[in-house]
């Protein structure tokens, strides 16, 4: 891809969507552009991954196609108005703010193409989930060149913005519910009497493959369980338990609350 892309803030989510660029040579190193406050961050991501990165954005704000805002939401307004009239007219604005809707951005940059991304904390490892919605005045090619930068660092799929809230309480919450499943696995491991290091590589790894069977079969989770549960064996009996403890309803229940927390933290 020949486009030139520039990142308000060199954070976590920013490192992992430049590495994933560069790494799977979706965009040249060269053509990727940094800003942070920290000089010492700049100098880091420059030396780890040949990009260009700067304490400021003046220098590159009027010639990047796609500008990233990856910035903490109690500073986005402060970062906007610093941008607001620098940006080429066609070049496209992508946040990764958290509660930050498409309107709140609009009113910085009322003729610019928006898309708004939520994305989750795997995209550092290069298993992150992101979900982005467009602006109306977005086209379908801006929209495909944000999909494939995405896609670098793990899967990305498109939704309307009112979905939002709902993926962060499912994807931008959910490594938290895996990490305490993998945890709460590994002490039954230990409390069966398996050593903890044993424990939590098994549980980690079979929550990452089952994981993988349902992206890669596309088949339903229940037809893989079913395959996985034997009449009257080892599997039935732990499913019974964790149905009678109300685990299913305990996750659903911890979507619903997520996503309604972030539509709560959208409105204020």
């Known amino acids: 891809m020949e486009k030139k892309i520039g990142f308000i803030g060199g954070g976590a989510m920013a490192e992992a969507i430049l590495s994933g660029a560069v790494s799977k ?62 940006l080429k007219r066609d070049a496209v604005l992508v946040s990764i703010v958290a509660g930050l809707t498409i309107d709140s951005i609009r009113e910085f940059f009322p003729e610019q193409k928006i898309i708004r991304v939520m994305p989750n904390t795997p995209l550092s490892v290069g298993e992150g989930m992101s979900a982005y919605a467009l602006s109306s005045n977005t086209c379908a090619d801006d929209a495909e060149d944000v999909r494939v930068i995405l896609s670098s660092c793990g899967q990305a799929v498109e939704v309307k913005e009112y979905m939002l809230d709902a993926v962060t309480g499912l994807s931008g919450s959910g490594p938290a519910y895996g990490f305490l499943m993998i945890d709460a696995l590994s002490d039954g491991g230990v409390a069966a009497g398996l050593p903890r290091a044993t424990a ?43 149905e009678q403890q109300g685990v299913r309803g305990a996750l659903i229940d911890a979507v619903l609350a997520a996503a309604e927390r972030s539509a709560e933290l959208g409105r204020k």
């Not at 220098?59 to 009239?85: C, N």
Request: aromatic share 6%; net charge neutral; glycine share 8%.
């Open 200 to 242: 939590t590589l098994l549980a980690a790894q079979t929550i990452y493959g089952a994981a993988k069977m349902v992206l890669e079969s596309g088949k339903h989770p229940d037809v893989l369980r079913d395959q996985v549960t034997s009449p009257a064996g080892t599997t039935i009996a732990g499913v019974r338990v964790m």
């Open 25 to 86: 040579q979706v965009l040249a190193a060269e053509n990727i552009f940094v800003s942070d406050h920290k000089e010492e961050r700049c100098r880091f991501l420059q030396g780890s991954y040949g990009v260009q990165a700067f304490v400021g954005a003046e220098g590159f704000l009027s010639d990047v196609d796609i500008l990233v805002l990856a910035i903490k939401p109690q500073v986005a307004a402060k970062a906007m108005a610093e941008v607001q009239g620098k």
